[in-house]
């Protein structure tokens, strides 16, 4: 077992949630944190802890990232998940400022506390919205991102990405990341506001979308491989990145 501990932020939600069972399935400890962000009921996030939530190598601390480094838990873990995030290219068109508190001051904040100790391995949850628009498919992750990118909730994963690049500079290349494009991630307590949705809806009315899914348990699955999902070929301290999903399908 490459580490013991593990803090998972954003571990009421969807993907959160499937990591922290599979983890403490897996004999680690396990530290969640969640704010309840209110971009959907509460009560379904409870639930989503629920089947974990009394396991005796299980944590769980309400906090909000925003809140600056002090927010955190004073602990030591071995290596940090980062999950946690404001979601939905839509709704982030509609308001961009809580975007940006989220997901580039929150994990400017996560990144700091990392520095000063917390931990030197990284697990960043990006996104495939940070393509775009970008004409060539499948998607390469060497594209010029900046000039796909197109919505804010895209344009602050990205951000999140260069954060995690520069803190491992900052960090004299002794912080370890990967950042991790996921496509759309379907399967048990997934978002009611996910596509996912409404593709089932125009199945039912006879149309066949094309599109990348990526399923809950797999999207957990890279950051809970016994060796550190770093490339062979990198140097320690590595900082790469990849985008976690099978080849585009039709359903």
């Not at 030591?76 to 998940?81: F, G, L, N, P």
């Not at 961009?96 to 700091?112: F, I, M, Q």
């Not at 199945?203 to 060796?227: D, E, I, K, V």
Request: charge should be positive; charged fraction near 15%.
């Amino acid at each position: 077992m490459p580490f013991s501990t593990v803090l998972v932020t954003g571990c009421a939600g969807f993907i959160g949630s499937h990591l922290c069972e599979r983890l403490l399935r897996d004999g680690y400890r396990v530290v969640g944190l969640d704010n309840f962000d209110p971009f959907y009921p509460r009560a379904i996030k409870e639930a989503n802890l629920a089947a974990f939530a009394r396991h005796p190598h299980f944590t769980f601390h309400e906090a909000d990232l925003r809140h600056g480094p002090a927010a955190l838990p004073a602990i030591a873990v071995d290596v940090v998940v980062h999950l946690a995030a404001k979601a939905g290219v839509g709704p982030s068109v509609k308001d961009p400022a809580s975007y940006l508190e989220n997901n580039v001051l929150g994990t400017g904040h996560l990144l700091e506390w990392m520095r000063q100790g917390g931990s030197s391995k990284l697990f960043f949850a990006s996104s495939s919205s940070v393509y775009g628009n970008a004409p060539e498919q499948p998607f390469r992750e060497d594209v010029n991102t900046l000039a796909t990118c197109i919505s804010p909730c895209a344009a602050t994963k990205l951000a999140g990405e260069q954060l995690v690049h520069t803190y491992h500079h900052l960090h004299l290349h002794k912080l370890d990341a990967l950042n991790a494009r996921f496509f759309t991630v379907y399967g048990p307590r997934q978002r009611p506001d996910l596509a996912i949705h409404k593709f089932a809806r125009r199945l039912r009315a006879g149309c066949a979308p094309a599109r990348s899914f990526l399923y809950s348990a797999t999207a957990a699955r890279p950051a809970t491989t016994p060796t550190w999902p770093i490339p062979s070929t990198a140097s320690p301290g590595a900082c790469a990145t990849c985008s976690t999903t099978p080849a585009c399908s039709k359903p």
